[in-house]
């Protein structure tokens, strides 16, 4: 069975400052996608960025960026600049390309230091 | 914004109830799902379904059964609820395609007492 496995339940990130989210999965799958959602206080789950494991290239999305690395198993996700409107739970996820579930780590929730 | 809608926002019920979940979305999608939300933040896949009259159970065992009757509508029953219930249930859809994004409702939080 997949999983995904995200190992800092909690950081913390000066505002303007750069933080990097870490995210390994376990699966025997070559052909599956990778997201990551943001969900603020009380408010929706939102899909953040994503990334199609058959693209060696990093996804981007303005401050934003993937560190996929296939052969590691390992979706790392860098905010940059950090503004205060970052601070939310994110989580990682992994959904096979033949499958419709979509399994979710533990989530590492961020804190914006003013 | 994303139109998926859940209510109630906010339930509190009794041991033994009957309850259902509402969730509805108005983008046609034919992938829905409901997670379980613990207090630690986890998300636990419950149910899922990926079209009209088609449902699976998700990896975490669970009491709920769910419907897909019509494509906008998955609702989410619990035949007497207990205390262990207590949680918050998210609802999701997903549209056709293999990239597609999972689109949230905010939330049901559930307590029964």
């Known amino acids: 069975a997949q999983t995904v496995t995200q190992s800092q339940p909690e950081m913390s990130v000066q505002e303007a400052e750069t933080v990097t989210l870490s995210c390994t999965y376990d699966?025997?799958?070559?052909?599956?996608?990778l997201f990551w959602y943001k969900q603020p206080p009380s408010r929706q789950m939102i899909l953040v960025i994503r990334?199609?494991?058959?693209?060696?290239q990093n996804a981007t999305e303005n401050r934003f960026s993937v560190n996929f690395q296939k052969a590691a198993k390992s979706f790392s996700l860098k905010i940059s600049d950090s503004q205060l409107g970052d601070a939310a739970m994110y989580f990682c996820?992994?959904?096979?390309?033949?499958?419709?579930?979509?399994?979710f780590g533990k989530g590492t929730r961020l804190h914006i230091l003013p | 914004e994303a139109d998926i809608y859940q209510t109630p926002r906010y339930l509190v019920i009794g041991t033994g109830k009957k309850i259902t979940l509402e969730c509805s979305q108005t983008?046609?999608?034919?992938?829905m799902y409901w997670y379980q939300q613990d207090p630690g933040m986890e998300l636990h896949l419950i149910h899922y379904?990926?079209?009209?009259?088609?449902?699976e159970k998700g990896d975490l065992s669970s009491e709920s059964t769910v419907s897909r009757i019509r494509t906008e509508h998955f609702p989410l029953t619990l035949e007497s609820a207990r205390p262990s219930h207590t949680s918050q249930y998210l609802c999701?859809?997903?549209?056709?395609?293999?990239?597609?994004?999972?689109?949230f409702g905010q939330g049901t939080r559930l307590t029964v007492v």
């Open positions: 999701a859809s997903r549209g056709w395609g293999a990239f597609t994004e999972a689109f």
């Open positions: 699966t025997s799958e070559s052909d599956y996608y």
């Open positions: 990334q199609e494991a058959y693209k060696q």
């Open positions: 996820a992994y959904r096979s390309a033949g499958d419709d579930k979509i399994i």
């Open positions: 983008m046609g999608h034919d992938k």
């Open positions: 379904s990926y079209g009209v009259n088609s449902t």
